[in-house]
């Protein structure tokens, strides 16, 4: 017992002891922890909880600065101190950690300070199917020869997968296909070698390339795979003979050819490639060296054309063998036979032979009258020679085909008329049906002959002529002329005038030409007794049966008087207020001529304001006015009276009467200007002529006489107008008086027509005194001038000033750029003008003239009348 209890407690010290030892050796020793992740884990992904699994609390992992050791600048994890646990640091690939393994573990040394412990950390990372199987290329091209014989082997490439284990590449496939089969050979390590096999012959004329498809597949759930396209090229054997394209070869050839035309084209195809099916074309062995003379055959197309002379007449067909042949080692051949056959050509016109023809053909034929016989004839044969007639113009004739070939006559085909038409030119054409058709012509001329079949005709039917009596007896009276469009003696006309044998037949005193239609009196005509008469005249022709024709012929008188026209009364002025229809004149009208020759008409030929009026009485007219009057627009009328008669041809007569139209006092007189404006001076002599006033009347004699005198209706106007005295014959106005009581501004203004007569005496603090007179146009300039001349002349009669020299000179302006001046000399009969440019408004003129103390001062303008 003691025994077993010693030995119980040497047990427990060596497991003391064991237990010392241990944690001594782990203390200096590594102790190693194992992790493992999938690839492909996100970044921050927690690998382990290193703290935990060491048995370190996070206090002491910091204190005692627990890291990683390595030299990677990217490490892959990372350990956080805080809370003890390993980390991703970034992607984790398999593939580029662990290239072709098949365990992938990375070993981390992780370390501890005071004291130094040494930890091992194992990650092992997982495998994950990420990546598909990948071929090499993309497509794979293999040349096979056609003639491969079937189980022929091809070795293929293999596809490469990244991931490891059960995620490789585990199997191929191949798509479907007649000629190939696929077969997989286990190469070691997993590796799989794909081989295809040719199970069927290949036929590159068939199939010239085949396309198959095969597809690479790894191991994982769901399978990846990958494919690459395998192009086999099947290579050419000389394995075909040439084959033409058509079984038979035939071509049409017109005779005459020319040289270059081409026959015809014959086309051989080789299934085989390349020299293998290339054709050269020859004639075969059998082929006539003649035959080749005629005919080239070009060996590359195959084209057969002409070099020698084709004619129909010696051979009508051509048969010749070509040969086709390939350039193989080995060359093959076909034989095949081109049938040419000639065309006759259309090359011969037809021939018209006139057999039979009768030059003229009566214009009374029937239809259907044979005119000619033809014959025609073609040298060519078949539809060549095959001819049809015909006429070319729109004419009577036609052709009619005859019982015998080629044979035609030519007929009328309705009726003929040699009046219309006297002769035809035929053109006979003759065509034949070939292609193209060829033709002849040939023209017969056919002449028309007369027959008696119109009768002769009249110019004129009825025919009507005029005469004068007691006509001459050695002259012809008239003429007759008719015509027949007959020819020859059935157009010659004989006239002759039937006698019907009465005692006052007048046809009896009546002659006429036989052959020119001229008719003679036998005795003159008196148309107070025998006024108008007919006869009848009969024109034959000469042929047989003859032909005539009856006119009737009427004389009548000759309008050989003209209207006479005589004024039974007249009044030469009628006054100017006369009415319209005032009788102005009787005319009558008298034609010696009877019938129609002696009926008239009357009118007025100009456009006056009279106009002729029929009486009760037969031709009497009476000369009217139609409007109102007016002397002062026009005092006299010539009227143009017109006579004529209805004869054939008219005969006509004129009058012509002077109208005047007396005055009536029918117009007031008219100032010349209204209102008058005159400038006198004061202080001015008794009895000198101050101004003068003019007026007008349109009316004449008496009626135009006018006189003069000064309006006093007002004690105003008396009053006003005391000192002035006007000639009641020319319009002076004189001064009799000037008193206190005229005062300067005074004004005269007279009633008679609306005239104001107004006379203002303006002062001016130069003490000049401005007379001014307006003319109303340029003819009153004479007038003006000599109003000037009898002042100055005044003024120094007068005494006003015995020097000349003192005075101011009137200036007179009236054109539109020029100033007429008046210098007085010493010799007082004469005036001399002086021009001098000065600027005056155009169309306007003015005349002033000035008295002033002062000489040589400039007249100014006081009043502008446009």
Request: charged content about 25%; aromatic content about 8%.
């Amino acid at each position: 017992m003691e025994q077993s209890g010693r030995q119980a407690c040497v047990e427990r010290w060596r497991c003391v002891a064991y237990m010392v030892v241990l944690v001594m050796f782990w203390s200096e020793a590594a102790a190693q922890i194992r992790y493992s992740i999938s690839e492909e884990v996100k970044e921050g992904s927690v690998v382990g909880n290193i703290a935990k699994d060491l048995g370190i609390d996070r206090v002491t992992l910091k204190e005692r600065e627990y890291r990683i050791v390595g030299s990677s600048t990217e490490p892959l994890f990372h350990l956080n101190k805080d809370d003890g646990m390993l980390y991703v640091s970034r992607k984790v690939d398999r593939e580029e950690i662990c290239e072709r393994s098949n365990a992938c573990i990375i070993n981390l040394k992780t370390v501890l300070e005071n004291p130094l412990e040494i930890h091992y950390v194992a990650i092992e990372v997982l495998d994950v199917n990420d990546h598909s199987p990948v071929f090499p290329e993309k497509q794979k091209r293999l040349e096979i020869f056609e003639s491969t014989l079937p189980g022929a082997r091809f070795q293929l490439q293999t596809a490469r997968d990244p991931d490891g284990s059960q995620f490789s590449v585990q199997q191929y496939r191949l798509r479907h296909n007649d000629h190939f089969r696929l077969e997989v050979k286990e190469r070691g390590e997993d590796r799989k070698m794909p081989f295809l096999v040719l199970q069927k012959q290949l036929d590159r004329e068939a199939t010239r390339e085949h396309r198959l498809l095969l597809t690479a597949i790894d191991g994982g759930k769901p399978a990846r795979s990958g494919t690459i396209e395998i192009v086999i090229e099947v290579l050419d054997v000389n394995d075909n003979w040439p084959v033409f394209r058509q079984d038979v070869y035939s071509a049409v050839l017109n005779e005459n050819a020319a040289p270059g035309t081409l026959v015809i084209q014959v086309n051989a195809t080789d299934l085989d490639q390349g020299a293998n099916g290339e054709i050269v074309y020859s004639f075969g062995k059998e082929v006539d060296l003649n035959l080749q003379k005629q005919f080239y055959l070009d060996s590359k197309t195959g084209e057969i054309k002409v070099i020698g002379e084709v004619d129909f007449e010696e051979n009508q067909s051509y048969e010749i063998d070509i040969q086709a042949s390939d350039k193989g080692t080995v060359p093959l051949s076909t034989d095949k036979t081109v049938i040419i056959k000639v065309i006759d050509l259309n090359d011969n016109a037809p021939e018209i032979e006139v057999t039979s023809f009768s030059k003229s053909v009566p214009e009374d034929c029937r239809t259907g009258t044979t005119v000619a016989l033809i014959s025609v004839n073609d040298l060519d044969s078949g539809p060549n020679g095959k001819v049809s007639c015909f006429i070319g113009e729109d004419v009577p004739f036609t052709i009619s085909p005859s019982l015998q070939d080629n044979m035609y006559a030519i007929v009328t085909k309705s009726l003929l008329d040699r009046e219309e038409k006297s002769f035809y030119e035929l053109t006979v054409v003759a065509k034949d049906t070939g292609e193209p058709s060829l033709s002849s012509e040939k023209t017969i001329t056919v002449v028309v002959s007369d027959v008696n079949d119109n009768r002769p005709q009249f110019s004129l039917s009825p025919y009507t002529f005029y005469i004068s009596e007691n006509n001459d007896l050695a002259a012809p009276l008239f003429s007759v002329k008719a015509s027949d469009p007959d020819d020859s003696d059935n157009a010659h006309i004989v006239y002759h005038i039937p006698r019907d044998g009465g005692e006052g037949s007048v046809s009896l005193f009546l002659n006429i030409n036989s052959e020119n239609g001229e008719i003679m009196a036998l005795k003159s005509f008196d148309f107070e007794t025998l006024k108008t008469f007919q006869f009848q005249v009969v024109a034959t022709d000469s042929g047989a049966p003859s032909l005539k024709k009856s006119v009737i012929i009427t004389i009548v008188d000759l309008n050989d008087n003209a209207p006479e026209i005589e004024v039974t009364s007249f009044s030469s002025a009628i006054p100017e207020d006369s009415k319209p229809g005032t009788t102005v004149a009787l005319i009558s009208v008298n034609d010696d001529d009877s019938g129609v020759n002696g009926k008239v008409i009357c009118y007025i030929s100009e456009d006056v304001p009279f106009t002729l009026t029929p009486s009760l009485q037969e031709n009497m007219y009476a000369i009217v006015t139609k409007s109102l009057l007016d002397r002062e627009h026009q005092s006299k009328y010539d009227v143009t009276i017109v006579a004529k008669d209805a004869g054939e041809p008219p005969l006509s007569s004129q009058r012509t009467m002077s109208v005047t139209v007396s005055d009536v006092n029918d117009n007031s007189p008219e100032f010349s200007t209204n209102p008058y404006t005159f400038y006198v001076t004061e202080n001015n002599i008794a009895g000198a002529s101050l101004f003068s006033v003019s007026a007008c009347d349109c009316d004449e004699g008496d009626n135009a006489l006018i006189s003069y005198h000064i309006v006093r209706n007002s004690d105003e106007h008396k009053k006003l107008t005391s000192f002035l005295n006007i000639n009641s014959e020319n319009g002076h106005q004189r001064h009799s008086q000037l008193g206190p009581r005229m005062s300067i501004g005074s004004t005269i203004v007279p009633g008679s027509h609306a005239n104001t007569l107004v006379l203002p005496d303006r002062r001016r603090a130069s003490e000049e005194v401005r007379k001014s007179v307006v003319f109303k146009d340029r003819s009153d300039i004479k007038l003006m001038t000599n109003k000037i001349r009898e002042i100055i002349v005044h003024k120094w009669a007068g005494g006003l000033s015995k020097n000349p020299s003192s005075l101011n000179w009137p200036c007179v302006s009236f054109l539109p750029d020029l100033s007429v001046c008046l210098s007085f000399e010493e010799n007082v009969s004469m005036l001399t003008p002086i021009y001098s440019p000065r600027p005056v408004p155009a169309d306007n003129f003015r005349t002033e003239f000035l008295s002033q103390e002062n000489p040589g001062c400039m007249t100014h303008i006081d009043q502008i009348v446009t």
